[in-house]
C-alpha cells in the first residue's frame, strides 16, 4: 500500500469533477503540501480545500497548458517551491471535438509536457525521489467514440503514453511509476452541452444514447481512483464506472 506521509502531491486540472473529488480526498491524508495548477484560480474552492486539512500547505500555480512556456515555467516553479513532487495527477480533460487543437492539446500534448517538466523533480537520479504519475483518460481510450473521435484520439493518446512511461526499465532507473484512470460516463461539467460538441453532424443518436444513460458520481470515482493508486502497480490501467474498480489487462499484438 502507499504511503502519503509527507508527501508532495500536484495536480493539474480544474476545480470540478473527479479530479477535484480526489482532490478533496486526498486532503484527508497526511501529506505534507498540495499543489493546484490550472489555467484560472477559483479562490473559493482553493479555501475550502484548505479548510479540509489546515496542516497541508496548499498552493495555486497559474499555467496554461496550451502554451509550452506556460508550462515550463510554472511547473519550474512548482517543482522548486516543493523541492520534489511526490505525485501528479493530470485531470484535466475537455470535451470540444469541433475545436481540434484544443481537444488535443488540453487532453494529451499539454499532459506530456507538464509530465515531462515534472519528471526531473521526481527522478531519483535528479532531483526527485521516485513517485507516482497518474493520468486521466476515459473509457473512449479504450474504445472508440463514433460521436467524439476527437476527444477518443487524445484519450488513446493518454493510454499509450502512460503505458510506455511505465516500462519497466524507465521505473527501475527513475524510481516514477505511471497509471492511467479511465473513468465510466460521469455527472460532471464535460456531460453538459453534449450535442454542440461532437465530431460531426451525423451523430444525434449516439449522443441521445449517452445522455439516457447512467452516470456514476465524480465523488465515487475519485474514492475508486485513489484505491488503486494505493495499489501502486506501474504501468497499469483501470476502468472506473458506475463506482466500482477493474483492471484492464491490454493484449499484446506484436512485439520487438
Not at 6 to 16: A, D, E, R, T, W
Not at 33 to 50: A, D, T, Y
Not at 107 to 127: C, E, F, R, V, W
Not at 150 to 171: E, N, W
Request: with cysteine; aromatic share 6%; charged share 15%.
Amino acid at each position: 500500500m502507499f504511503d502519503w506521509t509527507g508527501k508532495n502531491v500536484v495536480y493539474v486540472g480544474s476545480f470540478s469533477g473527479i479530479g477535484w473529488q480526489m482532490m478533496m480526498q486526498l486532503m484527508q491524508k497526511d501529506i505534507k503540501m498540495m499543489g493546484i495548477m490550472h489555467r484560472m484560480e477559483n479562490v473559493e474552492m482553493m479555501k475550502k480545500l484548505q479548510a479540509i486539512n489546515p496542516s497541508v500547505k496548499v498552493v495555486f500555480m497559474q499555467m496554461n497548458l496550451m502554451e509550452r512556456m506556460s508550462i515550463d515555467q510554472a511547473m519550474k516553479k512548482m517543482g522548486q517551491m516543493m523541492g520534489h513532487i511526490d505525485v501528479m495527477i493530470n485531470g484535466e480533460g475537455v470535451l470540444l471535438d469541433k475545436d481540434v487543437e484544443t481537444t488535443m492539446g488540453m487532453n494529451l500534448t499539454g499532459m506530456i509536457h507538464s509530465t515531462m517538466m515534472a519528471m526531473p523533480y521526481m527522478d531519483k537520479t535528479q532531483m526527485g525521489m521516485g513517485g507516482m504519475v497518474v493520468n486521466m483518460s476515459s473509457v473512449y481510450g479504450l474504445e472508440p467514440a463514433p460521436a467524439f473521435a476527437v476527444y477518443a484520439a487524445a484519450m488513446h493518446g493518454i493510454l499509450g503514453f502512460t503505458r510506455s512511461m511505465g516500462d519497466k526499465m524507465i521505473y527501475q532507473k527513475t524510481g516514477v511509476m505511471f497509471m492511467a484512470m479511465c473513468p465510466g460516463l460521469t455527472n460532471s461539467e464535460m456531460m453538459m452541452n453534449l450535442r454542440d460538441n461532437v465530431t460531426w453532424h451525423h451523430s444525434e443518436s449516439m449522443v441521445e444514447a449517452i445522455e439516457s444513460a447512467k452516470r456514476q458520481m465524480p465523488e465515487e470515482a475519485a474514492m475508486q481512483m485513489i484505491h488503486a493508486m494505493e495499489m501502486m502497480k506501474n504501468g497499469s490501467m483501470w476502468i472506473v464506472n458506475m463506482g466500482q474498480l477493474k483492471e484492464v489487462m491490454p493484449t499484446m499484438h506484436w512485439q520487438m
